[in-house]
């Protein structure tokens, strides 16, 4: 009766181990990586480093996003990085987020999507939200707007987590509604 027991927890351990592996000793969850479609995402910032081959990071500038017609035709997502969100959530560029007909994603924003849509609110005037989301995505589809987010493994900072995280994001990319 105890070898069925153990052979059913060792088992139950290694099917699990198939899809997350957590590390205790380096607080990590290393997920399966995202593999669907091909993604072509912008990046305002430095583009993170991923695991997927099949996600391509393209440059632009906020002043880019301003001038751009074509966002939703060269797109699947826009992505800003931490850096750059004081300045993305200028007024300016709020219509930008709304209208623009993909998603935005505000990495590491400890202030939500409010920020960036709301064309009367300052960056700073927003206090910090300890939700452990570590990317905020942003998308408004005909005057419907719809969020989300993703966090890292119990709000531990490292490369394999943070991999984790952006591989969570290109599956919601994916599943996005269709534009």
Not at 11 to 35: Q, R
Not at 44 to 68: D, W
Not at 120 to 135: F, L, P, Q, S, T
Request: hydrophobic letters at 40%.
């Amino acid at each position: 009766m105890k070898s069925i027991y153990l052979l059913l927890i060792v088992a139950a351990l290694l099917l699990t181990g198939c899809t997350i592996t957590i590390d205790n000793k380096k607080n990590s969850v290393d997920t399966v990586p995202y593999t669907g479609k091909a993604l072509h995402l912008a990046v305002v910032g430095e583009a993170p480093s991923v695991r997927e081959q099949q996600v391509k990071f393209s440059a632009i500038t906020l002043e880019e996003l301003l001038g751009s017609q074509s966002l939703e035709a060269d797109y699947d997502a826009v992505f800003i990085m931490k850096e750059h969100l004081p300045e993305a959530a200028d007024a300016r560029y709020a219509k930008v987020y709304k209208t623009a007909g993909l998603p935005f994603f505000f990495i590491e924003s400890k202030k939500s999507y409010m920020p960036f849509v709301l064309e009367d609110v300052a960056y700073e005037d927003i206090k910090d939200i300890n939700n452990g989301v570590y990317a905020t995505g942003y998308f408004n589809s005909e005057g419907k707007w719809e969020f989300w987010g993703t966090g890292l493994h119990n709000d531990t900072i490292n490369s394999t987590n943070i991999k984790s995280a952006y591989s969570r994001v290109f599956e919601a990319i994916n599943n996005w509604p269709q534009k």
